[in-house]
C-alpha cells in the first residue's frame, strides 16, 4: 500500500507561536492531515477535511463561532476532492472513508465522495445525532453527511494492537486497516492504524493537537491546551489515551509512527518521508 499524506484545510487562529509553536505573526497555522491509501480495492480516505460545499457555501454548512475562532481559509485547493484529483485520480476511485470522528474539520467532504463507504464507530455517531451541549451543537453539521447513504457502524472492542483495543475486519478494507478506539475528545473519538511496507503508521485525530506532547516529558502550546479543554468530552479518558499514545510512540520496538492531525510540523515531515509529495 502506498499511502499519501493529504493537507485538506488551513486554519489560522489567532494566537501565532501560543498557538502552533513556530508561526511568528500574529496567526498561527493548524492543518487537516488527512491520509490518501492506495489499496488493491480502490482507494481509501482517512478523514475529509473540508469539502467542496463547505468552501462555497460556509454560513450554511459551517458554525459561525468555529468559522471565526479558528479563521478557516476557504480554498478548493485545500479540499480532499482536489487533492485526489492532483494526484491523478478520479473522485471514483474513492471506494472507503475511514472517519477518526465526526467534527466539522474532518468530516467536510464526506458528500464529495458519494459512491464511498463511510466508516465510522457507533458511539460518534450516536453523539452527532444527539448533538447535545453548546459545543457539540457547533462541531457536529449533519449538513455535511445527511446525503450520505452507505454507512458502516461498528462498537468498540475487540482483539489487542500494541495494548490498545483494535477494531479489525472494517467491511470490505483490507487487514492492514484498523481502527482504534481513543475516546475523550469526542464520544466515538478513533484513531486509524495503517500497516505499510515501512512499519505502521498511526493516525491519532484528535488525541492530541501538539507534536511536543508526544515527548517524554510532554509540552504544549497555551493555545492549542486550551483548545484542548474545550473541545474535550471526557478529560480523563483523553489524558489516559495520550499517556498511552505517548509510551507506544517512545517505544522504538513497536515500529509505529504516531501523528495528529492538526500539526504542520508533523505532516511535511510525513509528506517528505512517504511519498515525495509536498503538502499544497
Not at 480502490?42 to 473540508?50: Q, S
Not at 472507503?96 to 464511498?116: C, M, N, R, S
Not at 505499510?196 to 492530541?208: F, K, R, V
Amino acid at each position: 500500500m502506498r499511502v499519501h499524506h493529504l493537507n485538506c484545510g488551513c486554519m489560522c487562529p489567532v494566537g501565532g507561536r501560543l498557538m502552533d509553536g513556530v508561526s511568528r505573526g500574529l496567526a498561527g497555522q493548524l492543518v487537516c492531515h488527512c491520509l490518501l491509501v492506495e489499496t488493491d480495492g480502490g482507494l481509501v480516505l482517512v478523514d475529509t477535511g473540508f469539502g467542496t460545499r463547505d468552501v462555497e457555501r460556509p454560513y450554511e454548512r459551517l458554525s459561525p463561532f468555529f468559522i471565526h475562532f479558528n479563521r478557516i481559509q476557504f480554498e478548493h485547493r485545500y479540499t480532499a476532492l482536489e487533492q485526489v484529483r492532483s494526484r491523478g485520480f478520479s473522485p471514483r476511485d474513492v471506494r472507503h472513508i475511514v472517519l477518526t470522528h465526526l467534527d466539522f474539520d474532518h468530516a467536510g467532504g464526506l458528500e464529495d465522495f458519494p459512491e464511498a463507504r463511510v466508516h465510522v464507530l457507533q458511539a460518534e455517531m450516536e453523539a452527532a445525532e444527539m448533538r447535545r451541549g453548546f459545543i457539540n451543537r457547533r462541531r457536529y453539521r449533519p449538513e455535511q453527511w445527511d446525503e450520505v447513504r452507505n454507512w458502516r457502524f461498528y462498537e468498540r472492542g475487540g482483539e489487542r494492537w500494541f495494548g490498545f483495543e483494535a477494531v479489525r475486519d472494517l467491511d470490505g478494507l483490507p487487514p492492514e486497516i484498523l481502527m482504534i478506539p481513543l475516546p475523550g475528545h469526542t464520544t466515538g473519538h478513533a484513531g486509524v492504524a495503517i500497516r505499510t511496507p515501512e512499519g505502521w503508521l498511526l493516525n491519532a485525530g484528535d488525541a492530541y493537537f501538539y507534536r511536543y506532547e508526544m515527548d517524554p516529558e510532554p509540552r504544549c502550546t497555551p493555545g492549542l491546551a486550551a483548545y484542548q479543554r474545550m473541545m474535550e468530552v471526557d478529560r480523563p479518558s483523553r489524558l489516559r489515551n495520550q499517556e498511552r499514545l505517548r509510551a507506544l510512540a517512545n517505544d522504538r520496538r513497536s515500529g509505529v509512527r504516531t501523528f495528529c492531525s492538526h500539526d504542520a510540523v508533523e505532516l511535511e515531515a510525513l509528506s517528505r518521508l512517504s511519498t515525495g509529495w509536498r503538502p499544497i
